[in-house]
């Protein structure tokens, strides 16, 4: 299974969340999933917001077009990247 899903809306990412880390960025695939750290606690919304940070900022993107699809509340999200159809520019960023 692929890490992400290419729709007209744009590119959706399989994200794998993980919390209170000693730094954030993108750190490579974990099974069918984007591994992202970052440094928040899953505690009043902190984490969510700097995942969606971390995101724009790795794929130069305006925060406003990275939208959770789902698991908002779970370590395991979908992640659509509003207006991004560049697979390639995915896939390099993720590092494969």
């Known amino acids: ?6 729709t ?3 590119i959706i990412l399989n994200v794998r969340a ?4 000693s730094r954030a960025g993108i750190d490579g695939l ?7 750290r ?3 606690a899953p505690v009043d ?11 724009a900022d790795a794929f ?15 370590k395991t999200k979908r992640i659509l990247l509003g207006g991004c159809h560049d697979v390639s520019a995915v ?3 993720c590092g494969l």
Request: zero cysteines; proline letters at 6%.
């Open 38 to 40: 970052i440094r928040s």
């Open 60 to 74: 130069g993107l305006p925060k406003s077009r990275v939208v959770f699809k789902s698991g908002e509340t779970s």
């Open 18 to 21: 993980q919390p209170r880390s």
């Open 91 to 93: 896939e390099k960023v």
């Open 8 to 10: 007209p809306d744009g």
């Open 30 to 36: 974990i099974g069918d999933a984007v591994k992202v």
């Open 45 to 55: 919304g902190k984490a969510n917001k700097e995942l969606v940070e971390t995101i």
């Open 1 to 6: 299974m692929s890490f992400f899903t290419d």
